[in-house]
């Protein structure tokens, strides 16, 4: 709650002329109509071609409902931003609890995540929404990892693997979940 109070002003915060016209407002990609527009955003193949410089279909995905459902107006698209904000800063409490921190540092930990200003421009910034949405999803395949080695259960195999896959349709520092995964699994060992 007080991460979407923080940022509840960003609210105000209109499209911004340094890349919400490339990706949003005078994009190509997420203007295209029905649901043809909506699967060629899934397809890599004007991003190989150099049309596009990015391939990241999940953001551009969420990009392309909020547009197609609200138009061009940029509140939906902070609501967006702050929702997935509060999301990961909840994310980052569940991940410092299975890791075996301590309740006080756990609950301030995740309450400086939630309103510390570094992630100002990610939640303000309409193109910025890659960072929360990528940070919800990659700390949801960290803590489902942590479950499986706890619990192994194939399913939260599975989770893991199929979050990891939507970070990284998000963002490519999701790359790193991996290594992460390694540092964890070899820290929780006795």
């Not at 940022?7 to 016209?21: E, H, I, K, M, S």
């Not at 005078?26 to 890599?44: E, K, N, T, V, Y």
């Not at 890659?130 to 259960?153: C, E, V």
Request: with cysteine; proline share 7%.
């Amino acid at each position: 709650l007080l991460a979407c109070a923080v940022f509840f002003p960003t609210l105000q915060v209109p499209f911004l002329g340094w890349d919400d016209p490339f990706y949003v407002t005078d994009s190509l990609r997420i203007q295209r109509p029905g649901f043809a527009g909506f699967l060629q955003l899934w397809d890599s193949t004007e991003s190989w071609n150099g049309n596009f410089l990015e391939f990241f279909p999940l953001r551009d995905s969420v990009y392309w409902v909020l547009w197609h459902t609200f138009g061009a107006t940029p509140v939906p698209f902070h609501v967006a931003s702050i929702i997935a904000h509060a999301i990961a800063s909840m994310l980052v409490f569940a991940l410092a609890g299975r890791l075996g921190v301590g309740r006080s540092v756990q609950f301030w930990g995740a309450l400086l995540f939630a309103v510390h200003p570094i992630h100002a421009e990610s939640v303000a910034w309409v193109a910025g929404l890659k960072d929360p949405l990528f940070a919800s999803l990659m700390l949801g395949s960290l803590i489902l990892y942590l479950d499986h080695r706890t619990r192994p259960r194939p399913w939260l195999y599975a989770a893991c693997l199929v979050l990891l896959i939507a970070a990284l349709l998000a963002k490519s520092l999701a790359l790193s979940a991996p290594l992460l995964m390694l540092a964890m699994g070899r820290l929780s060992e006795p």
